[in-house]
């Protein structure tokens, strides 16, 4: 199967499809501070890109717990120069982690490939930008939601994005782990992917170090809960997620691999 993000076409469905995470931002809760260099964010994307990622993932404000909002002025001086010099140095698809249309719109102009929107809405604004650019979309349920609400929402987003004029192939929807769920809500959407997912679309996983892996695992630091990162990997990759957006794609992708391998032999 195939996810079209403008030029590329990301097959995914017989092979985990890793994207890995570069943030730039200063408070970020795991890494903030370590990226906001440009050279030193290109470097990390091209050595995320060398670990194996097929997707690099760039974001320039924070959504942990209680952040600050700022404005796509903000956001956009901090993106667009890492953006524009990574995209002369990789073929690789980059994906912008942004829910401001005119952010979405800078950053494809600029050779973005794909617009990770954690808004959580289906806006008409940012659906006319994807059409415009063929870009893919990730389209990510935020909130409090159980599996049922949340296969409803994406069903809905599907029907939306169709309607706004935006090719199915062009869509990816991620469930919002840690995105105003409880700790019992992100386990179980975690564990029932099956019950949730939507044929024909790619499901992203996006849990790398945050709380519930923290709380679930006992690890208080962030940069060191890998073994439980790679455990809830295992169980939605067995579920049937296609996409996992990590931070330690060095070490996670071979636990996500020795997944991959397990998984042929379920009967």
Known sequence: MIW?????????GNKAVIMGIVNLTPDSFSDGGKYTDVSTAVSYALSLSEDGADIIDLGAQSTRPGYTEISPD????????TLSDLRKKTDKP???DTYFPAVAKKALSEG???INDVSGNVSPEMAEIIKEY?????????????VYEVKAFFENSALLAEKYGIKKEQLC?????????SYEQNL???????????SGFPLLLGVSRKRVIGAASGETEPEKRISGNIAADTAALFGGADIFRIHDVKNEIKGIRTAQELKKWIK
């Open 173 to 181: 929807f991620d469930m919002g782990i840690g995105f105003g769920k």
């Open 94 to 96: 980059i994906s912008v």
């Open 188 to 198: 179980e959407l975690i564990a029932n992917i099956k019950e949730y997912k939507l």
């Open 112 to 114: 973005a490939d794909i």
């Open 134 to 146: 063929g870009a893919g979309w990730v389209i990510m349920h935020s909130g409090s939601g159980s």
């Open 4 to 12: 079209k993000a403008r030029n590329k076409e990301i097959e995914y």
């Open 74 to 81: 903000e956001e956009w001086e901090r993106l667009g120069d």
